[in-house]
T-cell receptor, first 109, second 115 residues
Framework: EDQVTQSPEALRLQEGESSSLNCSYT??????LFWYRQDPGKGPEFLFT???AGEEKEKERLKATLTKKESFLHITAPKPEDSATYLC??????????FGKGTMLLVSP | DAGVIQSPRHEVTEMGQEVTLRCKPI?????LFWYRQTMMRGLELLIY????????DSGMPEDRFSAKMPNASFSTLKIQPSEPRDSAVYFC?????????????FGPGTRLTVL
């Protein structure tokens, strides 16, 4: 059974305090790993797709990396507006995603 | 583009009643997904359509749940009869897979409360 585990479940940072979120996966035949951001009361918002080990993608203060067993979402010098729940998901089949339960990030000013 | 549109945004109903959730995908997208999100189980795929045809409905919890996609711009998820354990946020998402990438774009969700 495909499994996606995110850690930590919750993370509290001070503004400017860099950190990383982890997404470990156990799947057969990974076709892609996806990161989403979800704000309270809203639908998930697409951030990145990573397709192969060693790949990295960046967007503003966020950088996603991928290995054969896990992905990291690095947040550099976060701001309060980065507070959200970050979800990762794996694609194994044709187009369907299996999501982790997310990491709730709170950045305090 | 307006993005994925869902209605209603909130639904409160009583146990045993029929509930219909609606979704309009992004124009030009050929894949549509229905998800359910709860605190306990997270985001779970219920059913996936490609070119209006149901491809994978293995996530549909039981026969009380049904989904249709009569055309490329409209889909419904129906629960009949509803039960309190169906209370959750239901999301619709669409994508242009595989030709346009596999990113799924989500709607704002419908928060369902069954009393």
């Amino acid at each position: 059974e495909d499994q996606v585990t995110q850690s930590p479940e919750a993370l509290r940072l001070q503004e400017g305090e860099s950190s990383s979120l982890n997404c470990s996966y156990t799947v057969s035949g990974l076709r892609g790993l996806f990161w989403y951001r979800q704000d309270p009361g809203k639908g998930p918002e697409f951030l990145f797709t990573l397709y192969s080990a060693g790949e990295e993608k960046e967007k503003e203060r966020l950088k996603a990396t991928l290995t054969k067993k896990e992905s990291f979402l690095h947040i550099t010098a976060p701001k309060p507006e980065d507070s959200a729940t970050y979800l990762c998901a794996v694609m194994v089949g044709y187009s369907t995603l299996t999501f982790g339960k997310g990491t709730m990030l709170l950045v305090s000013p | 583009d307006a993005g994925v549109i869902q209605s209603p945004r909130h639904e409160v109903t009583e146990m045993g009643q029929e509930v219909t959730l609606r979704c309009k995908p992004i124009s030009g997208h050929n894949s549509l997904f229905w998800y359910r999100q709860t605190m306990m189980r997270g985001l779970e795929l219920l059913i996936y359509f490609n070119n209006n045809v149901p491809i994978d409905d293995s996530g549909m919890p039981e026969d009380r749940f049904s989904a249709k996609m009569p055309n490329a711009s409209f889909s419904t998820l129906k629960i009949q009869p509803s039960e309190p354990r169906d209370s959750a946020v239901y999301f619709c998402a669409s994508s242009q897979a595989p030709s346009g990438g596999n990113e799924q774009f989500f709607g704002p969700g419908t928060r369902l409360t069954v009393l």
